[in-house]
C-alpha cells in the first residue's frame, strides 16, 4: 500500500511539471510568432517602400521558422492573396484572438489601395503589433512564473492530503 502511495506522489508532481513545462512551450511558441509577424511586417515595409514588389511576391527572401511551422510562409507562396494565406494558416497560430484580429484585418485589406496608404497601413498595423508583442512579452514570463508555482503547491497540496 506504501509503494501505491509513492507512485502516486511522482505521478501528481510529473503531472504538475508536466503541465507548467507545456504553458511554458505555448507561450514560448506565442512570442515566436508575434516576433516573427513584426519581422515580416518590417519586410513587408522594405519590400514595397523600396522595391514596389507586388503583393504576391512579399514573402520571398523571408525566413521564419515559426511562420514556416504554421504554414503561413508555404500558404504565401500559393495563395491568391495574402489575406486569403493568412486565413489559411489562422487556426494553426498560437496567437491571441486579438493578435489575429489585428493581422487579419491588415491582411484582408492590404493591397487595395495606393503605395502611401499602404505603407501608412504597414506602420500602424507594426505598431498595434508591437505595443501587443511588448504586454505579451511582459506578461509571458509572470505568467508562466505564476503557472509553475502554482502547479507545484497544488501538487505538494494533494500529496499533503494523500500522506
Do not use: W
Not at 523571408?62 to 487556426?91: K, N, V
Not at 503589433?129 to 509572470?142: D, G, N, P, R, T
Request: charged residues 20%.
Amino acid at each position: 500500500m506504501r509503494a501505491v502511495k509513492y507512485v502516486g506522489i511522482l505521478c501528481v508532481l510529473l503531472a504538475a511539471f508536466l503541465v507548467s513545462g507545456e504553458y511554458r512551450r505555448r507561450v514560448k511558441k506565442r512570442v515566436s510568432e508575434c516576433r516573427e509577424f513584426l519581422a515580416f511586417l518590417s519586410h513587408m515595409r522594405v519590400q514595397v517602400g523600396c522595391f514596389l514588389k507586388p503583393a504576391k511576391q512579399l514573402g520571398e527572401g523571408f525566413e521564419s521558422e515559426s511562420l514556416t511551422d504554421a504554414g503561413f510562409i508555404q500558404a504565401l507562396a500559393t495563395s491568391d492573396s495574402i489575406g486569403q494565406a493568412f486565413s489559411l494558416c489562422e487556426p494553426r497560430l498560437s496567437l491571441s484572438c486579438e493578435e489575429k484580429e489585428v493581422l487579419s484585418l491588415f491582411f484582408s485589406s492590404f493591397g487595395e489601395g495606393y503605395l502611401d496608404g499602404q505603407i501608412k497601413l504597414i506602420d500602424a498595423t507594426h505598431a498595434r503589433m508591437e505595443s501587443l508583442y511588448a504586454s505579451l512579452a511582459s506578461e509571458s514570463v509572470k505568467n508562466t512564473r505564476l503557472v509553475a508555482a502554482i502547479s507545484v503547491t497544488a501538487a505538494i497540496g494533494l500529496i499533503i492530503f494523500v500522506i
